[in-house]
């Protein structure tokens, strides 16, 4: 059965950036499942497993503009220290959330003193070229819950 629309894949990937650090995987954890079709999976890695069938060993190359964007300058801003809770530690590298017009968002601290802490708005992998090892465990129908859900019902996700 090959990936199309409202199948559910379930794989095993790693991913790593274009140097090699590896940044996230599925191996020794559950395999990844989700709904084909529905942009759950950023949309470089899902139209590149569209016709796959279980059994599929490959590698696939995502640029930024397929994946998390290209990283913008325009993010990076400077937020008074007296924003945050005056006890909250705050530490470079660290990720805050922030209520603003659109919403929630999240950042990342870049660096915090006295007076202020610069933030970043860009995703932690805007910018980056992604490289996925991925097999393809199992592609099978979606339930008719999964469908009415539009998310793969798997590992332990049940209701
Ligand atoms: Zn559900």
Same mark, same amino acid.
């Given at each position: 059965m090959k990936a199309t629309q409202d199948r559910v894949v379930s794989l095993h990937y790693t991913l790593t950036d274009d140097h090699g650090l590896l940044l996230d995987s599925s191996r020794g954890r559950d395999p990844l499942a989700y709904l084909h079709g529905h942009g759950h999976i950023i949309q470089g890695l899902e139209s590149a497993l569209e016709g796959c069938e279980a059994g599929f060993n490959g590698s696939v190359r995502v640029p930024p503009a397929d994946a998390y964007g290209e990283y913008d300058p325009q993010g990076v801003f400077e937020a008074p220290r007296d924003q945050f809770p005056p006890g909250q530690d705050i530490q470079a590298g660290m990720r805050v959330q922030a209520e603003g017009p659109q919403g929630i968002v999240n950042f990342t601290v870049l660096s915090a003193n006295d007076q202020g802490v610069m933030l970043d708005a860009n995703h932690p992998l805007a910018g980056k070229? #992604?490289?996925? $090892? %991925? $097999? %393809? #465990?199992e592609v099978r129908q979606a339930t008719d819950q999964e469908l009415a859900h539009r998310h793969a019902h798997a590992h332990g996700h049940d209701h």
């Open positions: 070229t #992604l490289n996925f $090892e %991925v $097999e %393809v #465990l």
